[in-house]
């Protein structure tokens, strides 16, 4: 590997250097828990590295709780995720998603922001944000903006980024007010249990309120298709049902509704056929778990 590496130390010293690279190939490296093995393996020339982790700024790097959401700086590890206990209460999804990201070392230095723009469509932490309908915050030389995480992907390693940009922060929508009882997890399917790429994940975030009422629900699926997609229409199947009226038939409804979204490959760790029949039928696990959560509690 051959690159040159710039540290900036601030985002007014980052935006300098930004500037005098327009017209220079570079990448961004916080973690560099995938760069640094991709270039190994498909070197680039002429490469400039602008290495985030030495910037200081607590947006950037930190963890905060406002009226209505908590956001996630961009360079927030996943250890930090999992230490993180309101996040734990919260939102189990993310937690969980983090919890089970790589090994206890990667996760030291891993980041959010490294997992989102990697773009992967097997990435653990992106699942469960687009699970929860998050926001990316996005800065560049010529200003702010915001998209939906669930836009932000264009293709496999492609993403909304333009050339100057970098995400900054991710903004999490604070549960409904009268929520009582969440069903959050993070569902994760490989060859082996751990350090394993995703065949199949499944990311999912249920309020239900105190008549036991599906206030909204958020559902996205991972390694099934070009990019982590949101399953709009299944989530619209089940919202604002009473969940001690859900059937069999509902279930099996609402798993083929998420199913409509995927479009999986054969590769060698799962045939298309395999990730399909698992994808369904952990859809429709899902939400006979919670039947027969009702059916224990009667």
Known sequence: MNFELINPQSF??????????????????????????????????????????????FKFRGISQ??????????????????????????PVLWEAAYNLASTQIRQVATIGGNICTASPSGDITCALVSLDATCVIIGVHGEREIRIR????????????????????????????????????IKIGTRRSMECSVVSIAYHI???????????????????PTIRFTAKACDFINRKNINALTERDAESFALKVSEYSDPISDIRATRWYREKVLFNLSKSIIEDIIKCQIEVK
């Open 151 to 186: 836009d932000f992907f264009e293709g496999p390693r492609q993403t909304a980024l333009k050339k100057g940009e970098l995400l900054y922060e991710i903004i999490i929508p604070g549960n409904k007010k009268n929520t009582v009882k969440l069903f959050s997890s993070f």
């Open 12 to 57: 007014k010293e980052l935006f300098l250097v930004l500037k005098k690279l327009k017209h220079r190939k570079y990448r961004y490296a916080a973690g560099c828990t995938d760069i640094l093995i991709e270039l190994k393996r498909n070197p680039e020339d002429d490469l400039t590295l602008v290495n985030l982790s030495q910037i200081n700024d």
């Open 207 to 225: 309020q239900i309120d105190g008549f036991n009422k599906i206030l909204t629900s958020g559902f996205a699926i991972g390694a099934v298709a």
């Open 66 to 91: 406002t009226k209505n959401s908590v956001r996630l700086g961009a360079g927030v590890t996943a250890n930090d995720i999992v230490r993180n206990l309101n996040i734990k209460l919260l939102y």
